[in-house]
């Protein structure tokens, strides 16, 4: 099997796991109301039991990284998305609610350990063939979204049995993943010839009581590296931004630009719609200028467009502004993604985890945190806070491209030096 062709089956393979992540939490969105209905719950009741994903997320957050190490993407990747699968099959058909609980708690930690093994593939795969796929997988995260809400929906609304929509979401998944699925990677340990090895190469041990205790600093020193912590606060604004496009556009429209609720909804699709179409041309944009211009470039149209939201006084500006995030965010944290798996000090499977579990908390916590300060000084001054986040995560970027190019630069200079030395010492 020639190595180009390999390759574009092992980027399929990834690309149908990230339309299946966006797909099965997009199927599950339409759902919602029916549940609310069916057990007679309020709002707070039902932001409880939706907390349950959330929770299940939370659980796997740490060790998903763990799993890819020790069993490669595609075990995981098959595991996750058939438990997941069968999970919304059954959704319809339950009438216990602390059962229902139970279902979304083990959706949520399954699709946080689908969602680090397709990141954790596909930064193996950047790194192996050299190219930029990152935004463009991605991009696919968001196509699944969008098939996966639209497609319920337009059932839903046209008399499809509420217990049809499960199976109709399980099949979908279950045929993406058996048709597509097949070549996403056994092991992470690819060298970049693109041979499997059977581990991870260990430098020879001096002895087994030091070999421990160097294991153990290493695992803890890989965790705590300070410049993958960076990375993985700057996911948590970037995250953060995207989930109070989600969950505040509709109010920002509302409340202070006159919008109808019935037209509420155009804030959101503004902003995802943009996200989607620049995902999946950025990789093209990334070869053409660069990872850390698309980084800091990204963060600088995200700050413009919440400025032009909040200071133009009509409701076409707040959506302009909207859809400006969302070219602006589009490729940020797909880039981030890029530039933690190729710090050589940090396993790319824990560099991974580490930055999801972080940037996952952002988008779980920041819709709430929003909450509390416009409750506390408006929407429109916490945008501008949450510009402001933003800022500092273009300062941050600038520094830390920098310090890697620097780094990269003295390490190369390095061992054109030990290049020079065993040249010389061969010559003497």
């Given at each position: 099997?020639?190595?180009?062709?390999?390759?574009s089956?092992?980027?399929?393979?990834?690309?149908?796991?990230?339309?299946?992540?966006?797909?099965?939490?997009?199927?599950?969105?339409?759902?919602?109301?029916?549940?609310?209905?069916?057990?007679?719950?309020d709002?707070?009741?039902?932001?409880?039991?939706l907390?349950?994903v959330g929770?299940?997320?939370?659980?796997?957050?740490?060790?998903?990284?763990y799993?890819s190490?020790?069993?490669?993407?595609?075990?995981?990747?098959y595991?996750?998305?058939?438990?997941i699968?069968?999970?919304?099959a059954?959704?319809?058909?339950v009438?216990h609610?602390?059962?229902l609980a139970?279902?979304?708690?083990?959706?949520?930690a399954?699709?946080?350990l689908?969602?680090?093994?397709?990141?954790?593939n596909?930064?193996?795969i950047?790194?192996?063939?050299?190219?930029n796929?990152?935004?463009?997988?991605?991009?696919?995260?968001?196509?699944?979204?969008?098939?996966?809400?639209?497609?319920?929906t337009?059932l839903?609304?046209?008399?499809?049995?509420?217990?049809?929509?499960?199976?109709?979401?399980?099949?979908?998944?279950?045929?993406c993943?058996?048709?597509?699925?097949?070549?996403?990677?056994?092991?992470i340990?690819v060298?970049?010839?693109g041979?499997?090895?059977?581990?991870?190469?260990?430098?020879?041990?001096?002895?087994?009581?030091?070999?421990?205790?160097?294991k153990?600093?290493?695992?803890?020193a890989h965790?705590?590296n300070?410049?993958?912590l960076?990375?993985?606060?700057?996911?948590?604004?970037?995250?953060?931004?995207?989930?109070?496009?989600l969950?505040?556009t509709?109010?920002?429209?509302?409340?202070?630009?006159?919008?109808?609720?019935?037209?509420?909804?155009?804030?959101?699709?503004?902003?995802?719609?943009?996200?989607?179409?620049?995902?999946?041309?950025?990789d093209?944009?990334?070869?053409i200028?660069?990872?850390?211009?698309?980084?800091?470039?990204?963060t600088f149209?995200?700050?413009?467009?919440?400025l032009?939201?909040?200071f133009?006084?009509?409701?076409i500006?707040?959506?302009?502004?909207?859809?400006?995030i969302?070219?602006?965010?589009?490729?940020?944290?797909?880039?981030?993604?890029?530039?933690?798996?190729?710090?050589?000090?940090?396993p790319?499977?824990?560099?991974?985890t580490?930055?999801?579990?972080?940037?996952?908390?952002g988008?779980?916590?920041?819709p709430?945190l929003?909450g509390?300060?416009?409750?506390?000084?408006g929407?429109?001054?916490t945008?501008?806070?949450q510009?402001?986040?933003?800022l500092?995560?273009t300062?941050?970027?600038?520094?830390?491209?920098r310090?890697?190019?620097?780094?990269?630069?003295?390490?190369?200079?390095?061992?054109?030096?030990?290049?020079?030395?065993?040249?010389l010492?061969?010559?003497s």
């Amino acid at each position: 099997m020639s190595c180009d062709f390999l390759y574009s089956k092992r980027l399929l393979s990834n690309r149908i796991a990230f339309l299946i992540a966006g797909f099965c939490i997009a199927a599950w969105a339409p759902m919602i109301p029916f549940v609310k209905e069916r057990f007679a719950l309020d709002e707070h009741n039902l932001g409880i039991l939706l907390l349950c994903v959330g929770i299940g997320a939370f659980t796997t957050m740490t060790t998903a990284g763990y799993v890819s190490s020790k069993l490669g993407c595609k075990i995981p990747a098959y595991f996750s998305t058939i438990i997941i699968a069968i999970c919304l099959a059954a959704i319809p058909f339950v009438y216990h609610l602390y059962l229902l609980a139970a279902i979304l708690f083990i959706m949520g930690a399954c699709l946080v350990l689908l969602e680090v093994v397709a990141n954790v593939n596909a930064a193996i795969i950047e790194r192996v063939s050299n190219k930029n796929v990152m935004s463009g997988l991605h991009g696919l995260y968001s196509v699944g979204g969008f098939a996966g809400s639209l497609s319920v929906t337009f059932l839903l609304t046209h008399s499809m049995p509420f217990m049809f929509s499960g199976i109709y979401a399980c099949a979908i998944m279950l045929i993406c993943l058996f048709w597509g699925g097949r070549y996403l990677l056994p092991t992470i340990n690819v060298a970049d010839d693109g041979t499997f090895l059977s581990q991870a190469p260990e430098p020879a041990p001096s002895s087994t009581e030091d070999t421990n205790s160097q294991k153990k600093k290493g695992a803890l020193a890989h965790y705590t590296n300070g410049t993958i912590l960076l990375i993985g606060f700057m996911c948590f604004v970037m995250y953060m931004t995207e989930g109070s496009m989600l969950d505040w556009t509709g109010v920002f429209l509302t409340a202070e630009r006159g919008v109808s609720i019935e037209a509420a909804g155009y804030g959101f699709a503004a902003f995802s719609i943009a996200m989607t179409i620049f995902r999946l041309t950025g990789d093209k944009l990334v070869s053409i200028l660069g990872r850390g211009r698309i980084i800091i470039i990204g963060t600088f149209l995200i700050v413009l467009g919440y400025l032009i939201s909040v200071f133009v006084p009509h409701y076409i500006a707040a959506l302009v502004g909207f859809a400006v995030i969302g070219v602006g965010a589009s490729n940020v944290v797909p880039q981030l993604f890029s530039v933690c798996a190729r710090i050589e000090e940090v396993p790319t499977h824990i560099s991974l985890t580490v930055i999801n579990a972080i940037g996952y908390s952002g988008g779980l916590i920041g819709p709430a945190l929003i909450g509390f300060l416009a409750h506390a000084i408006g929407l429109p001054n916490t945008y501008l806070v949450q510009a402001a986040g933003v800022l500092s995560v273009t300062v941050m970027s600038f520094l830390l491209l920098r310090s890697l190019r620097h780094k990269h630069l003295h390490g190369s200079q390095r061992e054109q030096a030990k290049d020079d030395a065993q040249s010389l010492s061969t010559q003497s």
